[in-house]
């Protein structure tokens, strides 16, 4: 059985404007788009090659970095 979570994002109102646009012009939902989104920035590189360029650039962008460095980055940045 899928297990379906909600999730709260703060969006910009233009951009959500344009999403529920290009979602009823697309046959889909706003929360459709954002877990296609979400589902291909998430996979493993080369699983997917149905990704977005944008997507393909932005993978991998902290291959040098650990978790706990992401982590640490937040905790300053939201300080």
Not at 15 to 35: F, P, Q
């Amino acid at each position: 059985m899928l297990r379906m979570a909600k999730l709260t994002l703060s969006v910009d109102a233009t951009v959500i404007d344009r999403a529920k646009g290009y979602a009823a012009r697309s046959g889909t939902s706003v929360s459709g788009l954002v877990e296609r989104l979400l589902d291909l920035a998430a996979a493993p590189v080369g699983v997917r090659d149905d990704a977005p360029p944008v997507l393909a650039r932005l993978r991998g962008s902290l291959k040098r970095g650990t978790r706990r460095d992401y982590h640490r980055y937040l905790e300053r940045k939201y300080r």
